[in-house]
């Protein structure tokens, strides 16, 4: 499965919304409990990621509720509501849809405008 | 604290070996499906090999199948990483990263080692 993003880099300014595309090559639907197998990671610079979201909209615990995951199937979407400082960073969509191999999508560097 | 901590990076001559080791803590390691995943300098995430919680399933991306091993001791609470024949292009950060859930492969990685840098250099 091939994961796609868009942008590649985004600039927004503080406390502006920022949004973040992922589209895989196929469904990443779990038809069996209709859970999309897909997450998002945040990597801060000199930092491993970090995971923000898992089946596509659920977040992990203490990421702040400024995060949000949304879509089904194919198109996903990453949208922070109100930039700030910290959200710096380059932004991954990962499916783990099957068995390996698993795939991320390019990444998206997201910066301060 | 849930813990991966990679060692074993360094400076390798192309053609050359290196054995990768990630040792975790604060969880049943043995439960646990772990992969490595690799970070060129300046480039995206690349999922590298995986591997089951007993070690008995293995998986592979194509750019290092056929010249690496994915391995765990699971009374020692540790993964390894065997490459051979090392390439230019295998320079990169390696982490390890371990599934959230355990009893299938549909999980997301919710723990990573702050990896181990490997440089392919003559």
């Known amino acids: 499965i091939v994961m796609t993003q868009s942008p590649d880099s985004l600039a927004v300014s503080l406390g502006e919304r920022a949004t973040i595309n992922c589209k895989s090559s196929?469904?990443?639907?779990?038809?069996?409990?209709?859970?999309?197998?897909l997450a998002w990671y945040q990597q801060r610079p000199g930092q491993p990621p970090k995971l923000l979201i898992y089946?596509?909209?659920t977040r992990e615990s203490g990421v702040p509720d400024r995060f949000s995951g949304n879509g089904s199937g194919t198109d996903f979407t990453l949208t922070i509501s109100s930039l700030q400082a910290e959200d710096v960073a380059v932004y991954y969509c990962?499916?783990?849809?099957?068995?390996?191999?698993?795939?991320f999508g390019q990444g998206t560097k997201l910066e301060i405008k | 604290e849930v813990q991966l901590v990679e060692s074993g990076g360094g400076l390798v001559q192309p053609g050359g070996s290196l054995r990768l080791s990630c040792a975790g803590s604060?969880?049943?390691?043995?439960?646990?499906?772990i992969s490595w995943v690799r970070q060129a300098p300046g480039k995206g995430l690349e999922w590298v090999s995986g591997?089951?919680?007993?070690?008995?399933?293995?998986y592979y991306a194509d750019s290092v199948k056929g010249r690496s091993t994915i391995s765990r001791d699971n009374s020692k609470n540790t993964l390894f990483l065997q490459i051979n024949s090392l390439r230019a292009e295998d320079t990169a950060i390696y982490y390890c990263?371990?599934?959230?859930?355990?009893?299938?492969?549909?999980?997301?990685?919710?723990?990573w080692g702050r990896g181990t840098l490997v440089t392919v250099s003559s």
């Open positions: 990263a371990k599934l959230k859930g355990t009893y299938s492969w549909n999980w997301y990685f919710d723990v």
């Open positions: 604060g969880f049943t390691f043995g439960s646990f499906a």
């Open positions: 591997i089951s919680s007993s070690g008995g399933n293995t």
């Open positions: 196929q469904s990443v639907l779990y038809s069996s409990n209709n859970k999309n197998n």
């Open positions: 089946w596509a909209s």
């Open positions: 990962q499916q783990y849809h099957s068995s390996p191999p698993y795939s």
